[in-house]
């Protein structure tokens, strides 16, 4: 059965476009940890998924699995499970922003770090700034505003990590950076998507009002490999 490459957003991107720098056991992926903490298995994983699974955390390692709900095996101990919903802009309003963002590299990392630290808009490490495109915005050269480009799936792009400081929030900052990721994203041909904790509702709000809509409820979840 045909599966639309969203239903598993995490290993269609590990498996296809950024294969380059996925860590890999059979069919556990995960990305390296100062990238970003996800991981991915198959929608329907077998046993020796799980058992390859522990083999490439370790031990008593964690993974990371966004967006699958799963079963894990009884020796895999669920840390944390958050629900969520998966949104796409397939028909997103043609808006503009009036925002003037500069593009960010490495030379911003650390501030992009303390931002993320201060804000917690989700996992954000050194090297996740090569999965894709970010965007900030200064006030008087402190950054208080960005976004990016994290999950690269065929025919998708998933916008990550938007988070303004808490003293520029209600400037319509996050929004702005939205828009300008969306519409560069469109520009080469695919279409944004975007996950958010179900009870964050200020955010839900916001994307919707941007024209994004909920295409699934998902499952944020933190297991531990059996010792």
Excluded at 77 to 85: E, Q, T
Excluded at 170 to 196: D, K
């Amino acid at each position: 059965m045909d599966t639309n490459p969203l239903d598993n957003p995490a290993y269609a991107a590990l498996s296809g476009p950024h294969a380059h720098v996925a860590e890999r056991r059979g069919r556990a992926l995960r990305y390296p940890a100062d990238v970003n903490p996800i991981a991915a298995l198959p929608l329907d994983p077998t046993q020796q998924d799980w058992a390859d699974a522990c083999e490439l955390v370790g031990p008593g390692g964690s993974l990371f699995l966004p967006v699958v709900p799963v079963n894990p095996p009884p020796d895999w101990h669920v840390r944390l499970s958050m629900p969520g919903v998966q949104m796409v802009a397939e028909h997103m309003l043609d808006l503009e922003s009036d925002e003037e963002a500069a593009e960010l590299g490495a030379s911003d990392v650390l501030d992009m770090l303390d931002l993320v630290g201060r804000t917690r808009p989700g996992p954000f490490a050194e090297r996740t700034i090569e999965l894709g495109t970010y965007l900030g915005i200064r006030r008087h050269g402190r950054l208080v505003a960005m976004g990016g480009e994290r999950l690269l799936v065929p025919g998708w792009t998933e916008i990550s990590a938007v988070c303004s400081d808490p003293q520029f929030r209600g400037q319509g900052l996050a929004g702005s950076l939205i828009i300008l990721l969306c519409n560069r994203i469109r520009a080469r041909g695919r279409t944004p998507f975007l996950h958010v904790a179900s009870d964050n509702t200020n955010a839900i709000r916001l994307y919707e009002h941007l024209g994004f809509v909920v295409r699934a409820e998902v499952m944020f979840t933190l297991l531990t490999a059996p010792k």
